[in-house]
Nanobody, 124 residues
Framework: QVRLVESGGGLVQAGGSLRLTCTIS????????MGWFRQAPGKVRELVAA????????EYADFVKGRFTISRDNAKNTVFLQMNSLKQEDTAVYYC?????????????????WGQGTQVTVSS
C-alpha cells in the first residue's frame, strides 16, 4: 500500500514560484517511479513531469520545459516540483502519482497510486 500526500499549493501571482512536495508512505525499501500531473476544470488529467526511481532521468511536458523541475530525495521519501515563472494557464489541481514500473512513466495509466491533489492558482 502506498500513500501519497501533496503539499505546497496555493495562490501566487503570474511570474511567481511555488514548490510542491509529495510525501510518500510505502513499505521500507520500496521505491517507485513518480510523476506530477495536473487537471484543470473541464480538462483531462495531463502529465507535468516524471522521474525514474533513481532520480537520474526525467521527462517534462512541453508547456513546462524550462520553468518546472522535478526532483526526489529517496532517503526522505519525497518528490518535489519546483515551479517558476508561473502562468495563469498553470492553474489546476496538481497530483502526485507513483508507479511500480521501471523507467520514466509519462502516461496516466502507468500509475497505480495517486494523492488527493493540491490546488495551484495563478492570478494575473
Amino acid at each position: 500500500q502506498v500513500r501519497l500526500v501533496e503539499s505546497g499549493g496555493g495562490l501566487v501571482q503570474a511570474g511567481g514560484s511555488l514548490r510542491l512536495t509529495c510525501t510518500i508512505s510505502a513499505r521500507a525499501g520500496d521505491i517507485y517511479a513518480m510523476g506530477w500531473f495536473r487537471q484543470a476544470p473541464g480538462k483531462v488529467r495531463e502529465l507535468v513531469a516524471a522521474i525514474n526511481r533513481a532520480g537520474d532521468s526525467t521527462e517534462y511536458a512541453d508547456f513546462v520545459k524550462g520553468r518546472f523541475t522535478i526532483s526526489r530525495d529517496n532517503a526522505k521519501n519525497t518528490v518535489f516540483l519546483q515551479m517558476n515563472s508561473l502562468k495563469q494557464e498553470d492553474t489546476a489541481v496538481y497530483y502526485c502519482a507513483a508507479s511500480p514500473r521501471v523507467g520514466v512513466r509519462t502516461r496516466v495509466v502507468s500509475y497505480d497510486n495517486w494523492g488527493q491533489g493540491t490546488q495551484v492558482t495563478v492570478s494575473s
